[in-house]
Every structure is written in structure tokens, then in C-alpha cells.
């Protein structure tokens, strides 16, 4: 979009200046002039009384949506292990193959990990397209976005899916900027719309109090980092099989600006939130870090481990990795207790997909009853130790 002032046109009034949003226009020499911070909204269009301003498309690149086909998962891998959300992709990527009608496919950096297409065959990958080399044994963005943009480039895929994990959400964007197609980060949702075909990417924005649906109409391939922990994992089919396409692996030596000197393990607590099948967690009400040891106790006594609502993190009384919620982790275990948890709608986008909710709270009015399949009004202080009681029996 162009943005033009009709300099015979012009009659210096400023009427523009004064309501352009964006601060872009200066008047020199009483004529209106449009600077580089013009986004091409238009509104000095229709402000200018003197029909001044005019604005003009630009070509557009124009992309022939029909060479595109088949859904790509990029296949995260860690020392040679798929990561979780790579099976949760294959879940989802395999809903939206079969209502397009089309492959799903998967893409496989690393060194000597040829033994992981198998695994990814029998969550449901068709064909995996597989780059082996030494200077892909561990993630570096130069190294991976090449080898795949090059495979993008080659087989024309219509949906690339990453896990929005620290690897995805840095190669999604560099992914993107490179095929200059659109991405959305992460997704919570993914649907197909009926009509067109194209892919609708849902994802919390502005703290999570909207959803935003998000298309990508006219670029391709559609991409998305989707959040861990949301989607379901694909069924593992024991000796399905599939086609391994080699991807070819060209690198020079400066074509790669990231060395890596040292890969250093979380030294801090490491919690599995996301593979936890009972979690007991506590938010505020527990009043101080002492509530989480009596929580501990029914968690130990279940099989299960500990999680908090982010106010108890700010306040210090347990570790950032135990945070639930869309700014911690996302959960979906078969029982989650929510202890003195109000139930925050950022919490709750973090739990809410667990089989059975117990919420225990004093508050009867506490929206998180509102998720809850079972409901305690009390102080956690006695309800907990009751429980423990009861379990002992
Ligand atoms: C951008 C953004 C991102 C966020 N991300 C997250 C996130 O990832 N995770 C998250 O959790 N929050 C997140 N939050 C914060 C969220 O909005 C809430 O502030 C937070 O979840 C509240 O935590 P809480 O329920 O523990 O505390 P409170 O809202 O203070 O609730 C405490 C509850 O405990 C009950 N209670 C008090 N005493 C007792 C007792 N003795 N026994 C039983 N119940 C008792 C009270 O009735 C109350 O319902 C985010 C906020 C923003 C703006
Ligand atoms: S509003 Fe129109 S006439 Fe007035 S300064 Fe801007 S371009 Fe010129
Ligand atoms: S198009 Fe919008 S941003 Fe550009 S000069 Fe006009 S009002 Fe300002």
C-alpha cells in the first residue's frame, strides 16, 4: 500500500498531520509530506477535505495456493529423543491431513537419527523427510532453518506445525520470514474451515483475556507454534510404516554464526508438570511456602507432584517450574486438585483440559468452581489432612 500526497492538490492545511495515528506526516514548504513511519492506514485519506492524499495497492506477490499440499511436523528432537509435543503435532497435524485429504508428513533434523523415523511412522507420520549430519546434532537456528526452508522450498508444503518450545519459537519466525509467509505463535487450537480449506489458528492474546483466530489467506505454507501440553498425543500404531525422503545437506563452514561451546542441563528443580498424571496444586490461599508441605504429602500419598498458580511463585514461596498456567506450564493430567487456587482465567488456560478437576477453596463464589467437576467449600488446612485421613483408611 502506497501512501501519496497530490501536491497540486495541497493546500497546506495540516488537517492530516494533525490525524495521522502514526505521527508520518510533516508539512515543508506548506505541503504535506508522508515519512517512512507511514503504515498505509489510510485515515489522512479520507481526513484531507481537498481529496489530496490518495493511496495505491502495490502488486501483490502472488502465490499459487494449488502447488501446496500436504501437513509438515517438525520433529523436535534432544539428544537423539523426540520431544513430547512432537507426538501431541502428529495428533493434531493427522485431524487436519484427513480433512484436507491430504499427507501427513514430518521433518527430522539431527545426527544419526534415522532410527527416529520409525517412531514417528507409528504416531502417524506418512512420510518423514529426514536431514542427517553431524552439524545438526543439536539445534543451531542458521543450521536448521536452511536445511528445512531448502525442503519447504522443494516439496511445497500447505501447514508447518511447530511445538512453541524454545527451539520451535525461535525457528518458527526464521522459518517464516524466509518463505515470507505468515505464522502464528502459540496456538491453542487448530481447525479447518469448511469452506476454503485453510487452516484457523486460535491463540490467547492481551493476557489471555481474548481469543484470537488468526488465517493466513494468501501465503503459503500456513504456519503455527502450538502451545505443549493442549493437544492430544497421537496413538502409538505398533510397526506402522512409512517413506523416508533424504533431505541433501550442504554446509560451509560460515554459513553457520552460532557455535555451541556448552549444553548446560536445568540446574534448577526440574518438575514434569506436563507428564504428571495427578498434580495437587496451590495458589494463594495456602497463605505461605509451609502449605505447599502439607500438599506434598497428599501428592506423595496419590502417586502424584506439586504445581502452583503464579501468584504463589511471585511470591516466592515455590519454584518457577512448578507454575501452571499460560505464562507456566500447560497440564492436562487425569486428576488436578486447585488448593486455594481462585481459578484466574491464565490459570485455568493451563489445567482446564484435565480429566477430573477438585477445587477446595473457602470462597463458594470462586470462579474456579466454574471448572470444577468436584467442589469442597473449606480451608485447605483441614480438608487436606481429612483427605489424607480418608486415602490412609
Ligand atoms: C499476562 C498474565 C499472565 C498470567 N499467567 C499466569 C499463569 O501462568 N498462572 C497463574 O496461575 N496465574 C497467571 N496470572 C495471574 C492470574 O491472573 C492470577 O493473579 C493468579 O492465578 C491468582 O493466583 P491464586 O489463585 O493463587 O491467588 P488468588 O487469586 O489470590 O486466590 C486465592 C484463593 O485462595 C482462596 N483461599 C484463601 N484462603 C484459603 C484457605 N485457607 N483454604 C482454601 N482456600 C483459600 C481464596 O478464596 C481465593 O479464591 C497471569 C496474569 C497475567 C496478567
Ligand atoms: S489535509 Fe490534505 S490539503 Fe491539508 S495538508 Fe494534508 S494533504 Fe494537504
Ligand atoms: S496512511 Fe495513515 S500512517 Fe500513513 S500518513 Fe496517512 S494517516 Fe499517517
Known sequence: MAVNVIK??????????????????????????????????????????????????????????????????????????????????????????????????????????????????????????????????SYRTDAYTSVIHDAIKSHKPEIVLLGATHIGRDLGPCLAVRCNTGLTADCTKLEIDVEDKKIKQTRPAFGGNLMATIVCPNHRPQMSTVRPGVMEKAERQEGRKGQVIPLSVSFEEDDIRTRILE????????????????????????????????????????????????????????????????????????????????GAIQHVAGMQNSEQIIAINKNPAAPIFEVADYGIVGDFNQVIPALIEALDK
Not at 495427578?278 to 508441605?293: N, Q, R, T, Y
Not at 516466592?316 to 487456587?341: E, M
Open 8 to 137: 497540486e492538490k495541497c493546500r497546506g492545511c495540516s488537517i492530516c498531520v494533525k490525524n495521522c495515528p502514526f505521527e508520518a506526516i510533516t508539512m515543508e514548504n506548506k505541503l504535506a509530506v508522508i515519512g517512512t513511519a507511514c503504515t498505509g492506514c489510510g485515515v489522512c485519506v479520507e481526513k484531507c477535505p481537498f481529496d489530496a492524499i490518495e493511496k495505491s495497492e502495490e502488486p501483490k506477490d502472488t502465490v499459487d495456493l494449488s502447488e501446496y499440499r500436504d501437513v509438515w511436523v517438525f520433529a523436535e528432537q534432544r539428544e537423539g529423543a523426540l520431544m513430547p509435543v512432537v507426538k501431541e503435532l502428529l495428533g493434531e497435524g493427522r485431524k487436519l491431513a484427513d480433512e484436507i485429504g491430504c499427507s501427513l508428513c514430518s521433518v527430522l533434523c539431527g545426527n544419526h537419527v534415522e532410527g527416529l523415523a520409525d517412531e514417528l511412522f507409528e504416531y502417524g507420520a506418512d512420510k518423514v523427510y529426514l536431514a542427517d549430519h553431524k552439524e545438526l546434532e
Open 263 to 342: 549444553v548446560v542441563k536445568q540446574a534448577g528443580e526440574a518438575v514434569s508438570l506436563t507428564d504428571a498424571e495427578i498434580i495437587v496444586s496451590g495458589g494463594m490461599g495456602l497463605g505461605g511456602a509451609e502449605g505447599f508441605e502439607l500438599l506434598k504429602k497428599l501428592a506423595d500419598k496419590l502417586g502424584g507432584v506439586v504445581a502452583a498458580s503464579r501468584a504463589a511463585v511471585d511470591a516466592g514461596w515455590i519454584d518457577h517450574s512448578y507454575q501452571v498456567g499460560q505464562t507456566g506450564t500447560t497440564v492436562r493430567p487425569k486428576l488436578y486438585f486447585a488448593c486455594g487456587i481462585s
